[in-house]
């Protein structure tokens, strides 16, 4: 049985019922035990974790959130599953979950718990690039702003479908770590917006994969990211492939894992080839290195 597998946090339910709120402990109700199991048990500032619950009726509806944002659940090993993106700026310490369970004939419960969320210390990248990069005419500044407003835009929606399934692969070939998730960013001595991404340095042309299969959302030629192609595989998780020298794949085109998408290139805002890899996860900002550590077995 999955919850009862070694490392895996299994968080006692607490139940209470919608109409109150004082927390009832111990004994669960005759709705059934339900069960939930945070993965990874410890969890850090950036990553992407996901919780499996059981003991839930299958007819139920089921809402829940992480610091008040929403969660998307999909139907796992007999019981529900949701990806948890924990943003790069989020805080850290503890952070309560909440889940709502709604059936036609019993009224509806809450299931409510905190979650520990450790911190993570990232770098200080000091860059020196052209000042025509940095300091923006009006013009310029106000594309760049409606392009990272369509990004954002895009980001916060969900598909109600889950497209991607099991493990997720690289971008490109190779075994380097990609780098910089997180970097506080110093542009010629100011200090900028932390870099979102990880970033894989690689020969111009070289093949850019998708991760997992999807639906391409969007393939642009913006100021910062260059040519871009973003997949959202569904449930509020999108990847993005920034810097390209090519993009082939065309909007609302379906990929599917490790399927040639584009090729590296240094469009737009980069001091030289390489690709700029992302993922987004309910809008949170996540370290995408983590997604190839996720556990889900379907
Ligand atoms: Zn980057």
Do not use: C
């Not at 019922?17 to 109700?29: C, I, N, R």
């Not at 923006?136 to 407003?149: G, I, K, Q």
């Not at 991607?164 to 998730?181: A, I, L, M, N, Q």
């Not at 065309?250 to 490790?258: A, F, L, Q």
């Amino acid at each position: 049985m999955r919850l009862g597998r070694a490392g895996l946090l299994l968080a006692a339910a607490v139940l209470a019922s919608a109409a109150q709120f004082s927390v009832l402990a111990g004994p669960l109700s005759a709705h059934g035990k339900v069960k939930v199991g945070w993965h990874p048990a410890q969890v850090r500032v950036g990553d992407v974790a996901w919780l499996e619950i059981h003991g839930v009726p299958e007819s139920a509806v089921l809402e829940g959130s992480l610091g008040g944002r929403p969660l998307s659940f999909f139907p796992y090993a007999g019981g529900r599953a949701a990806l948890v993106g924990l943003d790069l700026e989020t805080k850290p310490g503890i952070q309560p979950w909440r889940l709502a369970i709604m059936t036609h004939a019993d009224p509806p419960q809450t299931v409510e718990g905190r979650l520990k969320i450790l911190k993570r210390d990232f770098q200080v990248q000091r860059l020196t690039l052209p000042t025509k990069m940095v300091d923006l005419d009006p013009e310029t500044e106000r594309r760049a702003v409606a392009e990272a407003d369509q990004l954002r835009t895009l980001y916060r929606t969900v598909t109600p479908e889950r497209f991607w399934r099991g493990r997720f692969t690289r971008p490109v070939g190779g075994t380097e770590p990609g780098t910089g998730f997180g970097a506080r960013r110093v542009i010629n001595g100011h200090p900028k917006a932390p870099h979102t991404g990880i970033d894989f340095g690689a020969a111009p042309g070289t093949p850019v994969v998708a991760v997992n299969d999807g639906r391409v959302a969007l393939v642009a030629d913006f100021f910062f990211p260059g040519r871009l192609v973003v997949i959202d595989h569904g449930l509020g998780l999108y990847t993005l492939y920034f810097h390209l020298q090519e993009a082939k794949v065309t909007d609302g085109e379906r990929v599917s894992r490790g399927q040639p998408i584009g090729t590296v290139g240094a469009t737009g805002r980069a001091t030289g080839p390489h690709l700029h890899f992302g993922a987004h996860v309910g809008a949170a900002r996540i370290d995408p290195a983590t997604l190839f550590e996720l556990t889900v077995a379907d």
